[in-house]
C-alpha cells in the first residue's frame, strides 16, 4: 500500500475513495472513506472506517492556529464515533493528549497517548492540505 496521507505519530490515515460522489446531497458527496491504521511496540489496528471532508478541514485549522500561537488544543471529532484525537500545547512546544479509536464504537474501545512537538505540524498541515486539494468540500 502507498504512504499513508496523513500520519500523527504512530496513527496513520490513507484517503481511499468519496464514495458518494455521485449523491444528490453535497453532505453526503462529502464523505470519505479511509483506512485508519494505529501500530505501536504493544497493538496494531486497523479498520475502515468514513470521515467528513470537513473534520479534516477543521483539524487542519485547529493545527494551524496552534502552530502560529503556539498555544491551544488541536481536536479530531468525528460525526463516525471511530476516531477521537485530542492534543494540548504546552509551553515548551510539546504536544500530547489522547487517542481514542475503534472499529466498533459500542463494543470496544483502544485508548493512546500521543506525544509529538510543535515541530511535526508544518507537516500534519501539509498532509491535510493535500488530502483537501484531492477532495475539496463540495458546496450545494
Known sequence: MADPDLTIE??????????YLD???????????????????????????QIRVIEIQSFMESCETV???????IQLECLESNISLNLRIDKQ??????LIITQHPDIEKHEYEINIDQSY???IINQCKIILNKYPNIME
Open 23 to 49: 449523491s444528490e446531497l453535497a453532505w453526503d458527496r462529502n464523505w470519505l472513506d479511509i483506512k485508519v491504521k494505529y501500530k505501536s511496540e504493544w497493538s496494531l489496528i486497523e479498520f475502515c472506517m
Open 93 to 98: 512546544g510539546q504536544i500530547k493528549g489522547d
Open 10 to 19: 504512530n496513527l496513520e490515515l490513507w484517503v481511499l475513495d468519496r464514495p
Open 67 to 73: 502552530n502560529r500561537l503556539l498555544d491551544g488544543e
Open 121 to 123: 505540524l508544518p507537516d
